[in-house]
């Protein structure tokens, strides 16, 4: 694999306290600079390239804490978190911790191991605070950042809302093409699909990803509309079909069939984005038949 590298980057417009921190095409996260204190929004997929992003922002760091937030346990949002000061504060949700105290946390790690060198360094690193509910908030003084728990995509995930410049730090409950549901349960898809709704209703003007490299809040009624036609697709189908295990690869259900591909897209993450709609396909099966109607409340 190649070499990633990182960079400060942002997006027309943004305000300056907020930076895009990109580890080449595999994720973002983000920093935020208040009045009171500074946070980083994930740590990035090693201790090495976190270091790498705290070089990058040494002269937006130094004259005021650091509070760091998890947005998830995913693998590439924070095995950086080794890299960070012990004395700062790592913040996610309740259900963070529950994944991490899973075996399959270290099992993930393992076979990233096993795959490729540079993980060798990972060591998981646990948060030092979590919150329990729908939400919790920072005051930063100027800037106010609110932690809201978005599940769907994981259990833990949590989205940060900053009302005061409207920017919603999404991560991955929005997701350019699509999103992935955690399983094929259609609570997971319903949640998912409050989680979309959630981020909308915030009317935002911008809505950071940490996959896709955009901010443009169309992005949030385009994964909605991706679900409504999945959930309607999968209702006109007849049952005889609903088993079939390549049901993706079917006319009228292939991703094809509900998103556009951005130009130049690698054919790599184009196939990475084909086994999410498999998933997604595979949980509003599920729902069917369980009866549910995975868009509305």
């Not at 963070?96 to 360094?121: C, G, M, V």
């Amino acid at each position: 694999m190649m070499a990633i590298d990182v960079e400060l980057s942002s997006y027309p417009g943004l305000d300056e306290r907020i930076v895009v921190v990109r580890a080449g095409d595999e994720v973002d996260c983000v920093f935020v600079r208040t009045e009171r204190f500074n946070v980083l929004v994930d740590t990035l997929a090693t201790p090495s390239l976190c270091a790498r992003a705290m070089e990058l922002l040494a002269d937006r760091i130094h004259d005021r804490p650091l509070v760091v937030i998890n947005s998830h346990m995913d693998w590439d949002h924070f095995w950086g978190n080794l890299a960070i000061d012990i004395h700062v504060p790592i913040i996610a949700h309740d259900k963070a911790i529950e994944r991490l105290r899973d075996p399959s946390a270290q099992q993930t790690l393992a076979e990233k191991r096993s795959q490729e060198s540079r993980f060798r360094d990972v060591e998981i690193v646990m948060p030092t605070a979590s919150f329990s509910g729908e939400s919790m908030t920072l005051h930063g003084g100027d800037l106010t950042l609110e932690l809201l728990h978005t599940p769907g995509h994981t259990p833990d995930h949590v989205a940060v809302w900053i009302p005061e410049l409207q920017v919603c730090l999404a991560v991955d409950a929005v997701e350019h093409p699509i999103p992935e549901v955690w399983s094929r349960s259609p609570d997971d898809l319903r949640n998912l699909c409050l989680s979309l709704r959630k981020i909308r209703d915030l009317l935002p003007r911008y809505v950071i990803l940490a996959h896709g490299q955009t901010a443009d809040p169309s992005i949030v009624e385009r994964n909605i509309a991706y679900f409504e036609n999945l959930r309607d697709a999968v209702a006109r189908l007849p049952e005889s079909l609903l088993a079939q295990d390549a049901l993706n690869e079917q006319p009228g259900c292939r991703i094809e069939d509900f998103v556009t591909f951005p130009v130049g897209m690698p054919e790599e993450t184009r196939a990475f984005y084909r086994n999410c709609h498999k998933s997604n396909l595979d949980a509003a099966v599920a729902a069917r038949l369980a009866g549910m109607d995975f868009i509305e409340p």
